[in-house]
């Protein structure tokens, strides 16, 4: 796969904070702004304060037939909650390698737990919506963000630091993500740019269809 | 031959024609036809084509339809995703014999295969599903191609198993098999073939077809096929072939299906038609060469006609022709032949006319005579050619006009014609012939026809006296032939001439002196040169003075061959040949010469010398005289001119401008041979001469004729009375010397006298004798 990746960074004035924000703009070959991105960092020293797994529980509810978030990431061993908004019962899946799994019909309100171990792509999917889809992207690495809707993935507090960026999404081929070179994080720190190329067929999640019968 | 040539011309040019019309229009309309049969062949290709495309959408569609539903079943889905491979073989199995797939394929995500199956039997091999068809087939659910695989043709129905990322890839794949080329056909509005065919290294390879598949697979590696449209020689029929590209297999090479129709059967419905054509074109054939034969005939009958007609007027038969055409062409030209023909009988009558007729008269000419001769000599056993000649026509020309002797001439002719009862030629001027068939009449007609003439002829009120002489010749026996006849005849007339009875027989002794005559006007005109003839010079005694005066010349010619020619031998002869012009310029020159000579001896002696009728017609003859009496040197007074009365009345108007000419030269004129003619004294007043000479007929028996004496005297007294001066010719005795002395006479010459004597002898005479000279 040919990527071709810009980056500019720029160091200015030398201030001695332990603690920096820094951001990842990710933009399509277009030049536009690509949401639902996931950024994670993976920092070329020892951090002074470790990843704390499984501390948190994140969710990916289902709202009227549809994944919420499209793409949620974690840290290896997270705790991802799938509650059901809908009156309609879903029946959640996956045969990603990351994580096989599957979760039997469930009703409103019933809120059903994995626990995702392995880094990786899941792919979600509803035995009973075929439109429903998300991605639950399990990253080995401490910090992690997603862009949202204007392309910039916000990573704060960071530790000053030499990071190695590495950007997926889901629309690049399938199982495969994008490594930028090793950046140094400082106390005032640039947007990084970061280009990713994407198939032209985009994996969405399709809106269910009106009327439809659940 | 010509005009049945031209027959056959004809017929050949309408068949020409005919057959060129009729291959125009058979070839139009078989053009039209195979043009439209093709046209319409290749339009329900055209449609076949489309029903072919149609069949296989809804085949695909279908397939699609039944793909989709099993990529999303979710065992089969569970069974991928969870890598259970019995299960998958068995699902794709049993979903294949629902479709009635003869292919089912299952790849993963990356295209590894999973599971595939053949006509329901395990496969280790699959076809290629190139990316293309993938990105189609996530788009829309599901995509379609049709692919070569293992030498068969797939409809190929590519799906994504989701789950719910896209986790695998479904194809299912429907043979293009001879099956489907049937159902194809079955449904096509023609009754069409159809072959799947792919292109492999040597041409295409055919996959499945309608029927013949080995046939068409050997076709095909014969045939280049680089038009959609083509049309070739296949099965011992003509095709129409349409090639209809479907896909590519995975080496790039064209799958494509080709449907073709034969035109032999598409034509078949026009062959009653073309049987039809060909009927009629026969009948047509046969009606056409009856027609042109007829119509040939109708043209070349009457230029038959024609050219028999114009045959006939070239052997001079002036016929018209008739024709059965009417106010057509041929009727145009037979009506214009006719007047030609009319035209020129009319014209050749008159040129014939023209050419055997007298222009001034009239009359038939020689030539008409010569014919008539001639038809004579072919077609009669004997009879009896005569020529006339009219006698004092040259003397009636001074007193008549042209238009008075035509009608003279005319008028002649006629009465001949009346008394003889046959018709009349006329031959010359003045001569006339006309044939007696009767021999024994011929003699008594002659004289029936000079005893008419007795008859004066009455002329524009002149009463004319003419006479008529005749020549007869016989045939057989005097001539054979035309030329010998009129020739024989012409020799009788001129005995006839001088016969008492006015006319005469053919003498062939007479016709041959004749003969010798006329070579010896030749001879005569070398003695003049050569000095035979010579002048002898007889005294004339002056009775006045008693001595000679003068010498009257006369010509004699003593030929080596002939000896003595007398003068009345050659000079009429002369006359009427023309040379008596060489004898008169000759005798000028002698007899002047010879006066000058004496001259200038001092002999005054005058030389007295004839001219003839010719001479006095001779308007140069004056000055030709003076011309020589200058070159001698010779006074006038000494040359007399001698003229006879019937050379002056022969034409008297031209005879007198000559004399007149001479008189006024000083010559001296006399009148021989006085007492012959007709003319009388008073006549004689007329004409400028000084004296007339007695003819020696009436002096030579002065001494025994009282009559003569008488009219001897009475003609001295008379001519003294006029003035005149009056010689006698022919004194022979002293008797006669006497008497003429008593009547007064002026001038003796004769015998008794002297003889002709040639100069030097004269010269002699006139020294020794009691006359001497002046």
Redesign the interface.
């Known amino acids: 796969m040919k990527v071709s990746v810009t980056i500019l960074l720029m160091l200015l004035g030398s201030f001695a904070v332990s603690a920096a924000d820094f951001s990842v703009v990710v933009k399509d070959e277009n030049g536009a702004v690509v949401e639902n991105a996931v950024v994670s960092l993976e920092p070329k020293f020892t951090l002074n304060k470790p990843m704390n797994a499984g501390q948190e529980v994140l969710e990916m509810g289902q709202r009227g037939a549809m994944f919420t978030p499209f793409v949620l990431p974690v840290h290896v061993g997270t705790k991802v909650s799938f509650p059901n908004y809908d009156e309609f019962r879903h029946q959640v899946?996956s045969?990603s390698k990351a994580k096989?799994f599957e979760l039997r019909l469930y009703g409103q309100d019933e809120s059903k737990s994995v626990i995702f171990e392995n880094p990786g792509v899941v792919?979600?999917?509803?035995?009973i919506h075929?439109n429903?889809?998300a991605y639950i992207y399990v990253s080995e690495f401490p910090i992690v963000a997603k862009t949202g809707e204007d392309g910039v993935a916000p990573l704060s507090e960071l530790e000053e630091g030499s990071y190695v960026v590495h950007i997926w999404h889901?629309d690049m081929s399938?199982g495969s993500k994008m490594t930028l070179p090793a950046i140094t994080v400082g106390d005032q720190n640039d947007p990084l740019n970061a280009t990713v190329k994407l198939r032209?067929?985009r994996?969405i999640q399709k809106a269910p269809a009106e009327g439809g019968d659940y | 031959m010509l005009f049945s040539r031209l027959r056959t011309k004809l017929t050949f040019v309408y068949l020409a024609l005919f057959f060129a019309v009729m291959g125009i229009i058979l070839f139009s309309f078989y053009r039209s036809v195979t043009d439209n049969v093709r046209d319409q062949t290749r339009e329900q290709l055209s449609a076949s084509t489309r029903v072919f495309e149609r069949i296989v959408n809804y085949r695909v569609s279908t397939l699609g339809e039944s793909a989709g539903a099993l990529a999303q079943d979710y065992g089969f889905r569970q069974a991928l995703g969870t890598f259970d491979q019995p299960t998958v073989m068995s699902a794709l199995n049993n979903q294949a014999r629902r479709l009635e797939a003869d292919l089912a394929v299952v790849t993963d995500i990356d295209g590894e295969l999973i599971a595939a199956l053949m006509d329901g039997a395990t496969i280790s091999n699959m076809p290629r599903i190139d990316d293309a068809l993938k990105q189609k087939a996530e788009l829309q659910g599901v995509a379609t191609e049709i692919v070569a695989f293992e030498g068969r043709i797939f409809e190929l129905v590519v799906t994504t198993v989701r789950a719910p990322v896209p986790i695998a890839w479904l194809a299912f794949g429907i043979e293009l098999d001879q099956a489907a080329a049937l159902e194809i056909k079955a449904l096509s509005p023609i009754d069409l073939e159809i072959g799947f065919l792919i292109e492999g290294g040597q041409g295409f390879g055919v996959a499945a077809a309608t029927s013949d598949a080995e046939a068409l697979s050997v076709f095909l590696k014969k045939v280049h096929m680089g038009a959609a449209n083509f049309h070739s020689r296949f099965m011992d029929q003509d095709h129409m072939f349409r090639r209809l590209p479907l896909g590519t297999s995975e080496v790039g090479t064209e799958i494509s299906a080709l449907l073709y129709y034969s035109m032999d059967t598409a034509l078949a419905p026009y062959e009653p038609l073309v049987i039809t054509m060909i009927t009629v074109l026969g009948i047509s054939i046969l009606l056409l060469v009856a027609g042109s034969v007829l119509v040939s005939s109708s043209v070349t009958k009457p230029l038959t006609d024609l050219a028999s007609a114009a045959k006939n007027i070239a052997e001079g038969q002036y016929r018209e022709v008739e024709t059965s055409s009417e106010g057509d062409e041929v009727a145009d030209l037979t009506s214009s032949f006719n007047q030609m023909v009319k035209a020129v009988h009319e014209r050749e009558s008159k040129i014939r006319f023209q050419a055997y007729h007298d222009a001034e008269t009239g009359l038939r000419n020689r030539l008409m005579f010569e014919r008539t001769v001639q038809t004579d000599i072919d077609e009669s056993d004997s009879f009896v050619l005569v020529i006339a000649e009219v006698q004092q026509l040259p003397e009636l020309r001074t007193v008549l006009n042209h238009q008075n002797i035509n009608d003279l001439i005319k008028c002649v002719a006629e009465r001949i014609e009346k008394v003889a009862d046959t018709g009349v030629a006329r031959i010359s001027t003045e001569a006339f012939g006309f044939l007696v068939h009767d021999a024994s009449e011929a003699e008594t007609l002659a004289s029936l026809v000079v005893n008419s003439f007795m008859t004066p002829f009455d002329i524009a009120d002149i009463v004319i006296d003419a006479g008529i002489k005749l020549g007869l010749v016989k045939f057989p026996g005097d001539g054979e032939d035309v030329a010998t006849l009129l020739r024989h005849g012409q020799a009788a007339l001129d005995i006839g001439r001088t016969a008492a009875r006015g006319f005469a027989w053919y003498d062939p002794d007479k016709d041959s002196s004749q003969k010798a005559r006329l070579s010896m006007m030749s001879e005569l005109r070398a003695g003049l040169k050569n000095g035979e003839v010579r002048f002898a010079y007889q005294p004339k005694l002056d009775l006045s003075t008693g001595k000679i005066t003068a010498a009257e010349a006369l010509i004699r010619w003593i030929s080596p061959t002939r000896g003595f020619v007398a003068p009345d031998e050659f000079i009429p002869m002369a006359e009427r040949t023309g040379d008596i012009r060489h004898v008169t310029d000759w005798g000028l020159e002698a007899a002047i010469k010879q006066a000058a000579d004496w001259q200038k001896q001092g002999i005054n002696l005058a030389v007295a010398i004839n001219l003839s009728t010719n001479d006095l017609m001779n308007q140069n003859l004056p000055a030709f005289i003076l011309a020589l009496l200058r070159e001698h040197n010779l006074p006038a007074k000494f040359l007399k001119l001698e003229v006879t009365e019937s050379a002056v009345m022969h034409d008297m108007t031209r005879a007198l401008d000559v004399l007149n000419m001479l008189s006024a030269m000083g010559l001296s004129l006399s009148i021989d041979d006085y007492g012959t003619g007709y003319s009388s004294l008073s006549y004689i007043k007329k004409l400028p001469v000084s004296e007339i000479k007695i003819d020696k007929s009436f002096v030579l028996n002065l001494a025994k004729s009282d009559e003569d004496n008488i009219l001897v005297r009475s003609t001295i007294e008379l001519g003294h009375n006029l003035g005149l001066s009056v010689t006698a010719e022919g004194v022979e005795d002293e008797a006669s010397v006497e008497r003429l002395r008593d009547y007064g006479c002026d001038v003796l010459q004769g015998y008794h006298i002297a003889r002709p004597l040639p100069p030097a002898e004269l010269e002699a005479f006139l020294k020794e004798s009691e006359y001497g000279t002046l």
Do not use: E, H, K
């Open positions: 899946y045969f096989r792919a979600l999917g509803c035995n075929d429903m889809l889901p399938s032209s067929i994996s």
